[in-house]
Every structure is written in structure tokens, then in C-alpha cells.
């Protein structure tokens, strides 16, 4: 049986008072009103018992303010946008405010279509990662909006907005050293093939790397829509057959980390007895792994901490004086067993 649908204003004419006054209960403001006790008390009651519960819509509409902030990444089921996503989540709860989590597939058309959505909806403000391809114009204008953007793991060089990220090149930088101050030379890079922020630091590391070592580059770029595919194996077993000679990989994300060692151990590669191996962004499979790998630990908590508190300061902060917050946190090395340098004389 279908739930009865209730109203202000049925509740209103059902213990005879005005629709304000039932109004000014509902949201907390009785007592500045001096409405008293005894009927606070009976609207109340009456709300508890047939099972009120307000349109979040209509009053998100009314007021301007829903309490809730959006956090849009490229694919939540990444472990790593999930972790911060529960971080936030729990954050915000203490604050009084829900988080509304979605992914974009990094695809500009249904990041601009659920942009719109939620801006209907007056979400409080938005934690956004933007795809590649994004309408620099609509980014601009959301930095400007009354209810605040901020960017997360990337950002756009031409908009001035707020940002929380992390140092990819330095990052990236520890790992490529470490290879280095192991005595190995021949390094290959695995990449996604985009020109976001902080792919194209991460990238511009290991060209540096290769220009200062006077190093041929060899980077392989995996399409973002087909990285888990198995075309992506195919292309990376031609990679790896194509480059006997390498002595360390440098695997620009974790899942492609996981995807290229799955490879690897099907093509009989040794780590790190054949290949040495580091992956950017640390993994809970990685310390259990066979062997270990090592990694590029991205500060969690501080990326969480650094994303929670920038959007209450904007939202609390008059629109005409906020201005950007741009955080850049240092990523660290988590050597394990996958870099060590372990190879047979001759």
C-alpha cells in the first residue's frame, strides 16, 4: 500500500494553527519567533507520529542550502577515490552535511549534464575531478558561482579556482631517483594516454629523467576507455616483448601497475630478478603481493582533510570574498621488495 503523502499545510489544518507556525518549527526557528513551548512540543509530537519527513528539494529550493556537497570523480569504484570519498563522508556528517558521490567516466558530456542537475538541485558546493576535454568556460563560471567548485587530484591551469592535488612530479621524481641510485638505466614508462594535470607531470618527470640520464625515452600511452580491456594486455605484452633490455618499469597509475604484472608474469619477466618495478599510488594489494610492490603513497588524509575543510571555508565565507585555496600535498615512497636491485652478475 502506498504511503500517505503529508504537507505543511495538511498539518497545519489538522492541529489548527498557520502554516508559518508549523513552518518555523519544522526549521528550528520556533523560538526566535516566540512561539511557545507547549505548542513546539504538539507540532512536534504530531510530526513524530504519522512519519513527516521534509522534501530535501523543496527545501534545498526554499532556502538556497541543502547540505549536501557533490563529489564527482572519474570512477568511484577506484579505490582511491572511494577512500577519500568515505573520509569526506564521514567529515562532513560531523558538520551536519551528506555527501552525494558520482562518476563521470571521464567524459566532459555527462560531467556537464550532471553539473546541471545538481546545480537544479542547489548542492551546497562540488569536489570535482575534471575529465579531459572539460569546457574550460563552464569551470570558470562554476569557480565563480555562489555555491563553491573546488578540484580534486587535477586542476586546469587557465582557471584561477581552488584546488587540493598533490606534487605529481616530485612524486613520480622519488621513484625514477630510486631506480637511478639502484644503478639502473634502461627504464620504461607506463602511462594513461591523457594530458591532465597530473599525468602530464608524472610524464614530465620521467622525460626530464631521460633527457638528464641522456636515456631514450620509451613510454607506453594505454588509452583511458580500454585500460582494463584485453586489448590493453595485448598492447602491453607487445611493449614488454619489444623492450627486453629494460631494467625498471615505472607504471604511471596502480591499476596499471596490477594489469602490467599480471602480464609480466605471464611472459615469464622476473620481479624485480628480471625487472624492477614501481607503481604511483599505493595499493592494500601491493604490501601482500608476490613480491611487494613499491610505490607512490598519496597522503589520504591529508587530501581529505585539505578538501573537507577548503569547502567550509568557502561555503561560510561571503561570495565576494572568497578567494582560491590552492593546496599542493607532498606524495612520499613506500619502498618494498618489487624495486629491489637484485640481478645476477652477467
Request: contains cysteine.
Amino acid at each position: 500500500m502506498q504511503r500517505k503523502k503529508h504537507s505543511i499545510k495538511a498539518i497545519a489544518k489538522e492541529l489548527n494553527i498557520s502554516v508559518t507556525t508549523v513552518s518555523f518549527v519544522l526549521n528550528g526557528k520556533a523560538e526566535e519567533n516566540r512561539i511557545s513551548q507547549k505548542l513546539i512540543d504538539k507540532v512536534q509530537a504530531y510530526v513524530k507520529k504519522i512519519g513527516y519527513r521534509p522534501s530535501q528539494l523543496a527545501k534545498s529550493l526554499r532556502t538556497g542550502k541543502s547540505n549536501i556537497i557533490v563529489f564527482m570523480v572519474e570512477d568511484i569504484s577506484n579505490p582511491f577515490f572511494a577512500t577519500i570519498a568515505k573520509m569526506i563522508e564521514d567529515r562532513a556528517f560531523l558538520d551536519g552535511y551528506k555527501i552525494i558521490y558520482t562518476s563521470t567516466n571521464n567524459d566532459p558530456e555527462k560531467t556537464i549534464g550532471l553539473l546541471s542537475m545538481f546545480r537544479d538541485l542547489q548542492v551546497d558546493g562540488y569536489i570535482l575531478t575534471p575529465p579531459v576535454g572539460m569546457d574550460i568556460n563552464l569551470i570558470e563560471e562554476l569557480s565563480k558561482d555562489r555555491n563553491p567548485l573546488i578540484l580534486f587530484d587535477r586542476y586546469i591551469p587557465e582557471v584561477d579556482c581552488s584546488y587540493v592535488v598533490i606534487d605529481n612530479y616530485q612524486g613520480a621524481k622519488q621513484g625514477l631517483d630510486l631506480f637511478l641510485k639502484n644503478g639502473l638505466k634502461e627504464i620504461g614508462f607506463v602511462t594513461i594516454d591523457s594530458d591532465q594535470s597530473q599525468m602530464h607531470d608524472r610524464r614530465e618527470a620521467y622525460e626530464e629523467m631521460c633527457k638528464a640520464e641522456n636515456q631514450k625515452e620509451r613510454i607506453l600511452k594505454i588509452p583511458f576507455d580500454t585500460y582494463s580491456s584485453q586489448q590493453t594486455e595485448e598492447v602491453m605484452e607487445d611493449y614488454f616483448k619489444s623492450n627486453r633490455d629494460l631494467e625498471a618499469v615505472f607504471f604511471a597509475t596502480n591499476y596499471l601497475a596490477m594489469k602490467g604484472m599480471q602480464v609480466l608474469k605471464q611472459l615469464k619477466i622476473k620481479i624485480p630478478d628480471d625487472l624492477s618495478v614501481i607503481a604511483f599510488d599505493d595499493n592494500e594489494f601491493f604490501k601482500f603481493n608476490t613480491p611487494s610492490v613499491t610505490s607512490i603513497v598519496q597522503p589520504k588524509d591529508e587530501i581529505a582533510q585539505g578538501l573537507i575543510q577548503s569547502m567550509f571555508k568557502l561555503i561560510n565565507t561571503e561570495q565576494e570574498e572568497r578567494s582560491a585555496t590552492k593546496i599542493v600535498l607532498q606524495a612520499s615512497l613506500k619502498e618494498r621488495e618489487s624495486s629491489n636491485k637484485n640481478r645476477s652478475a652477467g
